[in-house]
């Protein structure tokens, strides 16, 4: 289905742990959508070597680690993607999160504070610093792409997400007011892809997350919209197809986040 969308087109593509993450879905699409890449992730996250498999697959991508928290990280990563390209970068892909909390099983009202902050910082902030170096570093072409990837628990009470919730809520806010920062200056549009449950190694760290996975897939006229759909939004949305969609959060969810009632879930209560 290839249709070089993304034809001269560079980006950098965070978050890529292994074949089950959005992100790699997403670097492969892009790849034979004609764009060069260059791929990151925290250099903990690196160590199993399965992003070299990925670089290899998508034209020899160079791997650049940074944490994401790190903002001496993030410059060089910017800093060494421009001059890999030899030029300014057209798209980037936000698809990290995590949180100590939900990891060691803490509950919401109860957290431990300092991995509060950890959540936020890498779930969140990590999109603010990342944008906040490149619009410095003016390394992003004018009409550029951003995509963070997020969850409806920061809009309605999912209780097992936890404090992913806040720090979701914090992304979606911080796209919209990035967004208006870099529209003004550089027309670089700035979104959230709000997706459905997906099975990666993030998302089944969410409690009880097989039952919510098929409550959900119940819940969606469409079913989960899964990993290699949502590359697919990714890739429309960095492509010049969407020039014009920015500060926006957008579901991408099989229609989950407007129904109210499911008659083949509400069928399991009669
Ligand atoms: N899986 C789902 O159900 C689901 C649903 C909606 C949204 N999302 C979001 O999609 C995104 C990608 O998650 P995924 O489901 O592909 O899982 P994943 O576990 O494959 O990806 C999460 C990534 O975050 C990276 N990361 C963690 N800490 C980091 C740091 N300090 N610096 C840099 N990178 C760091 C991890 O190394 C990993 O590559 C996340 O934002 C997640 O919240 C996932």
């Not at 996975?213 to 919209?225: C, K």
């Amino acid at each position: 289905m290839a249709n070089q969308l993304l034809k001269g087109k560079k980006g950098i593509i965070f978050g890529a742990l292994n074949n089950m993450s959005i992100a790699w879905k997403v670097a492969e699409r892009a790849h034979e959508e004609g764009a060069q890449l260059v791929l990151t992730n925290a250099p903990v996250a690196m160590r199993m070597g399965e992003i070299n498999e990925l670089a290899a697959r998508v034209g020899q991508a160079p791997v650049i680690g940074a944490d994401a928290t790190n903002e001496q990280d993030l410059t060089r990563l910017i800093q060494e993607s421009t001059a890999h390209f030899g030029g300014k970068i057209d798209f980037i892909l936000h698809s990290i999160g995590m949180s100590p909390n939900v990891r060691k099983g803490r509950h919401y009202t109860e957290p431990n504070y300092e991995w509060y902050k950890q959540t936020l910082d890498i779930s969140a902030t990590s999109l603010h610093k990342v944008l906040g170096i490149a619009y410095r570093e003016n390394a992003m072409n004018d009409w550029g792409s951003v995509v963070a990837l997020t969850y409806i628990a920061a809009q309605r009470v999912f209780p097992d997400y936890n404090d992913m919730a806040d720090a979701k809520a914090l992304l979606e806010s911080i796209a919209r007011n990035f967004g208006y920062h870099y529209g003004v200056r550089n027309k670089v549009r700035i979104n959230t892809i709000s997706q459905s449950p997906t099975r990666t190694t993030a998302g089944s760290g969410v409690k009880g997350f097989d039952g919510f996975l098929g409550y959900a897939d119940q819940m969606s006229p469409l079913g989960n919209a899964d990993a290699g759909g949502c590359a697919d939004y990714c890739i429309a949305l960095f492509s010049d197809l969407t020039r014009f969609v920015t500060m926006q959060n957008l579901f991408h969810d099989g229609g989950f986040a407007s129904m109210g009632v499911a008659p083949e879930v509400v069928k399991n209560f009669e």
